[in-house]
């Protein structure tokens, strides 16, 4: 049974920086296709970065690129984002999401609604 399990959200001020953590099992993490996505109140989820952890290029979102990077550990299938110079527009619930490998990266980027697995969230409050 696939489980995501989100962690190291919090309350920062402007400028600074939260590495999220994202615990996953059920499945093989070395080969799978993931991303980080948000939701703040009244908005529509949004995708962050997507990337197969089996190699290749991370795809980020605009309106993140430069400011968060996506890893992995694949010895505690962990996924990791750091985010840095964060703003108050930062603020959000931020998940974790796994796909079905057959979409290219961009895809599921912008379309959240191809993850079939998601964790439950970790909010992330960046006051200014």
């Known amino acids: 049974q696939v489980s995501l399990v989100e962690s190291g959200g919090g309350s920062v001020q402007a400028g600074g920086s939260l590495r999220l953590s994202c615990a996953a099992s059920?499945?093989?993490?070395?080969?799978?296709?993931m991303g980080w996505f948000r939701q703040a109140p009244g908005k529509e989820r949004e995708g962050l970065v997507t990337m197969y952890t089996g190699g290749g290029t991370p795809v980020y979102a605009d309106s993140v690129k430069g400011r968060v990077t996506i890893s992995q550990d694949n010895a505690k299938s962990t996924l990791y984002l750091q985010m840095n110079s964060l703003k108050p527009e930062d603020t959000a619930m931020y998940y974790c999401a796994k796909a079905r490998c057959g979409y290219g990266t961009g895809e599921l980027l912008r379309r959240a609604d191809l993850m079939d697995y998601w964790g439950q969230g970790t909010q992330v409050t960046v006051s200014s």
């Open positions: 059920g499945y093989r993490f070395s080969s799978a296709c």
